[in-house]
Each structure stands twice: as structure tokens, then as C-alpha cells.
């Protein structure tokens, strides 16, 4: 059986999509480990069998017009295929770049696991600044809705995405944790005095840390605070619920979304490439790479499992999860010989295992 057939067969399995496009999706999958790159005229390229590349292309195009996607069914895949035990920590972030006059802005929230935060919720935003107080809310909201039972550890967010409105929403409505960095100019009230930031832990040299004990202020509401003095020189301050403690600590959770960025774009699928400006397309896309992160991510945990990435002298990884698991699939797939079939299939019981 080809790679298409084991790969469409596993994804049978899991969505209910007519067959057409399970086809297309296992082309879509195995075209982009090929070449990399989410742009249509290298997609077309990779889909291989008989048909000629403009065909291909013209049936990319077709999908991305006009099948409707289930997004609350592919994220529940997603959850599905990650089996991330426990409580979930995520992050929200946004991700933008210009192509021509137009300008993307993905407001998306992700689980944090291994490392990278996978996509459950994405907003295409019809403007280059951030999201107000209250279109936050409303995302927070369809997370919710989407998934109700989830018992979520906190939340974690850039300076970006902070505000009285917004604390108040996740003090009271309902009470979500949260790790928020707030700027150096915010005003904290602590000991009867109401200072910026960056001048109550002005003393703190590079390296160093420090949790205000009691309740603090911010914005009105009691909260936790911690500073930590980076080794730049930078000031970063995280705020919680009262009573919370190992703030920093937790708060480094947030690069997941960072590391999922720059996954999606240079460092994977270069999503940047795209020419699509249109949102229903982009985010349908969206969708597409998430399914093909998890599959990568999935395939680099079992690698590592049975032969460890090797550990810097820095003390991080020589490699990551993701990319150990892309290159090795992508290897499987532009070496489609006799000897890596029960590789491939290996990787593919990856995602039935659920």
C-alpha cells in the first residue's frame, strides 16, 4: 500500500469527510514534508501520481475556495492525537506579516505541550494592532464553548494583552489563572505606595528575582508580583492571582507560542509564503498545518523516546521535537523505498493511537 493510502486510511479514521477530500488532505500532508513551503505552486508540485502540476494546483485551490471546514472537529483531533495529560497551560500571542499591501494578524490560543503551544482557537484580525479588551473576551469565550470541560492550570500572555478590563474579565468571569507580563510603567500598589514598575524593583541586578509579599495592585485588583532582571538587562514582571507563587517560573511556559510561530513560518512551513489574503482561506490553512505539527511533534517525541536528542553544552537540545520528527517524516516521504515502509507505518500508528 503507497504512503497517500496508509496516510488517507488513518485520517479516515478520525474525520468523517467525504472521501474526495481525505484524499486531498493525505496529498496535502505528504506535499508539504516534500517541499516545505505552504505556497501553492511548490504545493502542486509534491502531490505526485498522474495528475499533471496544474491540475493539482487548480484542486488546491478548489479546496481552499470552497470546502467548509469543521474547526471545533480538527482541534478536537488535535487534542485527540497530543494525549496531553493533566491540566492545560495556555498561551495566547499573535503572529503578523505583510504580503504586498495587506497585512496578516492571527490572534491564536494554544495548549503548551513539549514546548510549543498547538492551536485550539485562531482569529483572523482585520487590522495590524493588537486586540482590544473586550475581542479578547469574546475569544476567550468560543474557547470556552468549544471546550467546556477543559480544566485549564492559567493562562499566559505577552505585555501585549493586558488592561483593567481584561484582568477584571479573568479575576471574575469566570475565574481563570493567569501569568501575565505587564509593562515597567504599570503602576503596582504594594506597602501604601503606588510605584511604576520598573521603579520597585529597580534594584534588582541581572539574574536576580523577587516575589512582593502580600497583595499587591494592579489596575485595581489584588494580584501576585514577581520580577526577574534578565541577563539584557530587561525588566520582566509577571502578575497572578493572589496567592499564587513561582510566577517567572510559570510564565516561561509562554514561548510555546513563540516556538509555534516561527514553526508555521521559517523554521517549517513558511507560512509567510502564502498569497492568500483572503481570511477563510488562510484560516483553513491554519487548520492544515496544525494537523501536519502534530503529526511531526508526535513522531519526534516517539524518536526520542527510543534514542535521546543529544543535550548542548548550553544545556538545551542539539534538536527539537518538531524538528527531529519533520525531518525524519520528511525523509520517509522523498524516500519512498521498500525499507522504510514499516517506518512510515510506524509513524502513522502514532495517530491512531487514541
Known sequence: MSQYSELKQVLQAHLNWHGARLSFLALFLLALLKVKTVNLSELCLGFGGRALPESSYKRLQRFFREFELDYSQLVTLVVSWLQIPGDWVLSVDRTTWQFGSHW???????????GVAFPVLWWLLDKRGNSPSDERMRFMETFHKRFPTAVVKYLCA????????????????????????????????????????????AHLQPGQSQ????????????VAVEALRLDDGE????????????????????????????????????LE??????????S????????ALCWALRTGLWLHQWQPIEIK?????????????FDYLRHLVLNPSPSNVSDFVQSL??????
Open 235 to 270: 525588566l520582566l514582571v509577571v502578575i497572578a492571582p493572589v496567592g499564587t507563587q513561582n510566577l517567572v517560573q510559570d510564565y516561561a511556559w509562554r514561548w510555546g507560542i513563540e516556538t509555534l510561530f516561527g514553526i508555521f513560518k521559517t523554521r517549517g512551513f513558511c
Open 211 to 222: 516575589q512582593l509579599s502580600g497583595t499587591c495592585r494592579v489596575w485595581g485588583y489584588p
Open 104 to 114: 496578516h494578524n492571527i490572534l491564536t490560543l494554544g495548549i503548551v505541550h513539549e
Open 273 to 282: 509564503s502564502t498569497h492568500f489574503t483572503e481570511t477563510e482561506r488562510l
Open 284 to 291: 483553513k490553512l491554519f487548520a492544515l498545518l496544525t494537523l
Open 158 to 201: 505577552d505585555r501585549e494583552f493586558i488592561g483593567q478590563a481584561w484582568v477584571r474579565y479573568l479575576l471574575l468571569e469566570p475565574t481563570l489563572a493567569f501569568r501575565l507580563r505587564i509593562r515597567g510603567s504599570d503602576q503596582i500598589e504594594h506597602d501604601g505606595k503606588v510605584l511604576a514598575a520598573r521603579v520597585v524593583f
Open 313 to 325: 553544552k548550553h544545556g538545551r537540545r542539539s534538536k527539537s521535537l518538531f524538528r527531529l520528527g
Open 349 to 354: 500508528q502514532l495517530l491512531s493511537r487514541t
